[in-house]
Each structure stands twice: as C-alpha cells, then as structure tokens.
C-alpha cells in the first residue's frame, strides 16, 4: 500500500533543544497529520495541516510546537524548545482526499533528556 | 462535542471464540467515512476496515464491522480470535468541517487472545 516515511525513526535530544521531526507524505494526498503516543497508551491527535495551513490542533499541540511543509517538501515537526514529557513516539499521517484512508507512518521516537 | 466511544482499556478472549469491540460515535459534522485500525506492538496504525454504507457489512482479514447510523455504531467482530490478532485496535470516524476533513480517534481498545 501506500508508504508513509519518516525520519529519523529515533531521536535523542537534551531538554530545551530544538528537534525537526521529517514526514515524507504519500506523493498525491493533500491533508497530513501528526499524531502522539505516549508509552503504553492510546495514540492522541496533535494538528492537521492542509492547503498550507494548520487546521485544526488540539490541546497538546503546544506553543512550543510548529508545522510547515515548504514547497510540497516534507511535512515537518518542530518542537522549540523540547520539554521531557514530549518523549513519545511521534506518528505522521496523510490521506488523499475527504472520507479516504488515513496512512500512516513507521513512527519517530523521541527521547528528551 | 465530537466523540468516537470504544469498549474500554483491556479485552481478553480465549482463542478459537468470538469477540467483539464496541464503537459508537457522537459529531455534529457531515460523517464521511467510518474505519477501524489494528496497532501491532511496536509498529504503526494501519488500515483494517473501511465504511461509508449505512447497514452494509464490511469484511477483511476476517474481522467484519456493519455501520449502522440508526444507533451511531461501527462495531467490530470476529467469529474466531486468534493469537496473531493481540494488538490495539481504533474506532475512528472522518468528518468534513467547513471545507476540509479530520479524523476522530477513539482512546483504543487493546486486545489480548489467550490460548
């Protein structure tokens, strides 16, 4: 089926650094996601993006937080600066078009020290 | 508020029986498409099932799921659990606001089949 990447799948970053996480899209979908999971639990919605534009983002999507995808480039994360209770696996999704599958990504963990 | 409601935390059925997850939904928006998704240990959501047809069963890998919009459930069963289907499972609905879409996840239900 259809291949979500991401990159890098581990990350491991000091407290207050800056971190990218990379979502390479299925080529043709036009609304991506970001999804995270914290160890062990239920896998919580972060922030949708389409036409450019983040369009609905939830209470865990803090300040601290940014999406962009410039120029059809990756879809990205940034976390400025990280905090250690944003370690969780981070998922990237993408779909096609309105009621189309949603696919997802390998995952990428991240460890804040 | 928008809801998606699944049976709760953790499911253990013997292998060989039936089992069954429960979903109900709750939107104030167009509702497009219903899905479940199967989590592996360690591995991404994917896919399992697919529905837009009220009262129309689904089917694949021989779990089935059958929306019915009258009571605002997508259940999902299977006549038979086998070991290989432990994993966490989410109920989720894709709705259209104002122009574009989301999804709604339910908190998932892990399921665990036993010998």
């Known amino acids: 089926g259809p291949k979500v990447l991401q990159i890098p799948s581990h990350q491991i970053i000091d407290m207050g650094q800056m971190v990218t996480l990379n979502c390479d899209p299925v080529?043709?979908?036009?609304?991506f996601y970001w999804y995270k999971q914290i160890l062990g639990q239920q896998m919580e919605f972060l922030v949708n993006?389409?036409?450019?534009?983040?369009?609905?983002k939830s209470k865990l999507f803090k300040d601290q937080f940014s999406v962009e995808r410039p120029d059809g480039s990756y879809f990205t994360l940034k976390i400025q600066p990280t905090a250690l209770e944003d370690s969780a696996v981070y998922f990237c999704?993408?779909?096609?078009?309105?009621?189309?599958?949603?696919?997802f990504g390998s995952g990428t963990r991240l460890t804040v020290l | 508020g928008d809801s998606v409601t699944q049976t709760e935390g953790l499911v253990t059925v013997t292998e060989g029986l039936p089992v069954k997850l429960n979903c109900t939904y709750q939107?104030?928006?167009?509702?497009?498409?219903f899905f479940w998704y199967v989590q592996y240990l360690n591995e991404a959501p994917q896919v399992l099932l697919r529905?837009?047809?009220?009262?129309k069963r689904t089917e694949h890998q021989g779990f089935h799921a059958t929306l019915h919009k009258s009571s605002s459930s997508f259940h999902l069963q299977k006549s038979s659990a086998q070991l290989s289907d432990s994993a966490l499972y989410y109920c989720?609905?894709?709705?259209?606001?104002?122009?574009?879409?989301?999804?709604?996840f339910g908190k998932g239900t892990s399921l665990t089949v036993i010998p």
């Open positions: 080529s043709n979908h036009l609304y």
């Open positions: 993006f389409y036409n450019g534009k983040v369009m609905e």
């Open positions: 999704a993408s779909s096609h078009g309105q009621g189309e599958t949603l696919y």
């Open positions: 989720a609905l894709s709705v259209r606001n104002t122009g574009y879409q989301n999804f709604y």
């Open positions: 529905s837009s047809t009220d009262n």
């Open positions: 939107t104030t928006y167009l509702t497009i498409a």
